[in-house]
């Protein structure tokens, strides 16, 4: 039995794999033959879907605008929540546990709970429409995530390092940027990849506040309907595309996010 002890990995693996492929596959075919009948791979290869996309100004784009407000998204959160993660991790203040729990519950609730009140907002102070209005948006998500993932990490390191820092004269900026967040790195990436995935596959509130300007990918791929129905390769090839920020992201922090599972709060 021991020999077929890699039998039950690689069957899971190609079970998740599958949907990709089939994505991949549906992409190199023209919608008619996608419904026309069942078939493995195309028996009419194009790349007719690709070019449209990267030749198409409405396609690229939105692709930009989605990497634009993720990034903004990722970079905000991760730098809001350090340091209301130490300020959990290292002090004892009155309903710090209370409020610890609020962030969460913040978490918790549906985008579709805050699309009304965000789209009334952002119209009143000109934002609608904007990267940094979904950016913002999705920081109500992200920062308490973040936040709970960082405290996690800063609680497992030892206090002593901070007070042996002080005693060799840093001020705590120094302190906090030289010392305590190279010590955190492996934290950190796993905050900034959950933040990224996060805002990456969110539509709802992306959707509900954008309109032309910084329409995301996601958005775009729901209006490609034509007089002679949805043009489906188009949309696999867009889904395929959608694939790569998220795989390369993985890739650097993979290290990272093992580390998370071992040590911290993931």
Avoid at 23 to 40: P, V, W
Avoid at 105 to 129: G, K
Avoid at 219 to 229: D, K, P
Wanted: net charge positive.
């Amino acid at each position: 039995m021991r020999k077929y002890k890699w039998l039950v990995p690689t069957l899971y693996i190609l079970f998740l794999m599958l949907p990709i492929y089939w994505l991949l596959n549906m992409s190199f075919k023209t919608t008619n033959e996608i419904l026309g009948g069942f078939t493995l791979w195309p028996q009419e290869f194009t790349l007719v879907n690709y070019i449209t996309i990267f030749s198409d100004p409405t396609w690229y784009i939105g692709y930009v605008n989605s990497i634009t407000y993720v990034v903004i998204n990722t970079v905000i959160s991760v730098s809001v929540a350090l340091p209301a993660a130490y300020a959990f991790s290292r002090y004892n203040f009155l309903g710090d546990k209370h409020l610890f729990f609020w962030l969460l519950t913040n978490r918790m609730a549906p985008p579709a709970v805050f699309a009304l009140p965000f789209f009334q907002l952002y119209s009143a102070v000109n934002l609608f429409d904007t990267h940094i209005a979904v950016a913002l948006a999705h920081g109500l998500f992200n920062i308490p995530l973040a936040v709970w993932i960082l405290e996690g990490f800063m609680s497992g390191i030892p206090k002593e390092l901070d007070e042996t820092a002080y005693v060799d004269g840093y001020s705590f900026p120094r302190f906090f940027i030289k010392i305590f967040i190279p010590t955190i790195a492996a934290g950190i990436g796993v905050a900034a990849f959950f933040c990224f995935m996060f805002s990456w596959v969110e539509l709802l509130l992306a959707k509900t506040l954008t309109s032309v300007a910084a329409k995301p990918i996601a958005a775009i791929m729901t209006r490609t309907a034509s007089t002679s129905g949805y043009e489906l390769g188009l949309l696999a090839a867009a889904g395929a595309l959608t694939i790569i920020p998220g795989a390369i992201v993985i890739y650097f922090v993979r290290n990272h996010i093992a580390k998370g599972f071992a040590l911290g709060r993931v």
